[in-house]
């Protein structure tokens, strides 16, 4: 389940900064704004349903995930293929997000 909030979240906010990103630089509607805040809005609502004894854990985690959602956006939904350093980024910091989610707690 904490893979699937997790997923949907990141979905969630690059649709939502997408729209801003669309009206600001690509000159888009300012109509693109609406389901751009609506979609940030999911965004939080899911990111506060992962199960999770602390906020900042679940942010810090979350980041690793969003990059990785981040650069599958670049390739899948803008068309430029990610390189070796935006893939091993991703990679590096995938890494990190799962110790600091999996790490053991005393």
């Known amino acids: 389940m904490i893979y699937g909030l997790y997923a949907l979240a990141a979905l969630a906010e690059i649709a939502g900064c997408f729209a801003f990103w669309a009206w600001l630089r690509l000159s888009k509607s300012v109509w693109w704004l609406a389901p751009g805040l609506v979609s940030l809005a999911l965004f939080a609502w899911l990111l506060a349903l992962v ?50 989610l999996f790490g053991p707690r005393g």
């Open 51 to 100: 199960p999770s004894e602390a906020a900042g854990r679940t942010f810090a985690a979350y980041g690793g995930v969003y990059i990785v959602a981040s650069i599958l956006w670049l390739w899948l939904a803008e068309g430029r293929l990610p390189d070796r350093w935006d893939i091993s980024g991703a990679v590096i910091c995938l890494v990190g997000a799962g110790i600091i």
